[in-house]
């Protein structure tokens, strides 16, 4: 790993404001954040000082890098041997985390670049990863890919607020979550669901929500959505 000045201080301080979050990170190559051609690790970081005190919840966060709480370790144990050398026991241990009511978020104002796949020769990596790939999903299941539309909330409030915490309740789980709600709720629908990694909030007005979700479910040919989840504004 490569760290970046001020890294440690921006999580800790992260941490410390919010005391639900058990396990943080910062962001990385590995979450999809690469240095541009010629750009230092460095440099990239200092272009992330805008986001300081911000963050992303995340189903999990990546052993490379990970600042854990000591009440969660208290509370849970530590990384589940079963896992051997590596490969899901960092994702095993977020999981059980979460169950046990802490946040993992990744610090949007600290980064740490990671040589990935450095640890482990090809042919040992596979057999490492499927082996463990095996027993995490035994324990948690296989993420699902789950559209939910969500009722307008001047229809009724206290669904909204219920299918909105089901929606990010589904994502703490590890799965991937697309919600569709009523346009003069998106700013509603942000703030209570795009804090969070797994889930892709869209809004359309009211009369066009079946539609627009049915063009989204045709739209995904390689990574299909398996489960549509709707309720009528009634609550059946």
């Known amino acids: 790993t490569v760290v970046t000045a001020g890294w440690l201080d921006e999580i800790e301080g992260l941490?410390?404001?919010?005391?639900?979050?058990?396990?943080?990170?910062?962001?990385?190559?590995?979450?999809?954040?690469?240095?541009?051609?010629?750009?230092?690790?460095?440099?990239?970081a200092g272009s992330l000082q805008s986001l300081s005190g911000s963050y992303v919840e995340s189903a999990s966060c990546v052993g490379f890098c990970m600042f854990i709480r000591r009440e969660v370790m208290q509370k849970i144990g530590f990384l589940d041997e079963a896992f051997g050398q590596g490969y899901f026991e960092d994702t095993d241990f977020c999981r059980r985390a979460i169950a046990a009511g802490f946040r993992c978020v990744i610090a949007a104002g600290a980064y740490v670049w990671h040589r990935e796949h450095s640890t482990f020769l090809d042919a040992a990596r596979d057999a490492l990863f499927q082996?463990?790939?095996?027993?995490?999903?035994?324990?948690?299941?296989?993420?699902?890919?789950?559209?939910?539309?969500?009722?307008?909330?001047?229809a009724d409030p206290a669904l909204f607020e219920k299918e909105t915490g089901f929606c990010l309740g589904l994502a703490r789980k590890g799965n991937w979550v697309w919600v569709i709600g009523a346009s003069r709720d998106r700013k509603e629908l942000f703030h209570k669901l795009g804090i969070h990694g797994n889930i892709k909030v869209l809004t359309a007005p009211r009369p066009l929500l079946g539609l627009r979700s049915l063009l989204l479910v045709l739209a995904r040919?390689?990574?299909?959505?398996?489960?549509?989840?709707?309720r009528r504004d009634n609550g059946k």
């Open 15 to 44: 941490c410390k404001r919010h005391p639900d979050i058990g396990i943080a990170g910062p962001q990385s190559n590995t979450y999809g954040l690469h240095p541009k051609r010629g750009q230092s690790p460095g440099e990239l």
């Open 131 to 154: 082996r463990n790939k095996k027993i995490f999903q035994e324990r948690w299941g296989i993420p699902e890919r789950i559209l939910c539309i969500v009722p307008e909330r001047s």
């Open 221 to 230: 040919q390689k990574k299909k959505i398996e489960i549509l989840r709707t």
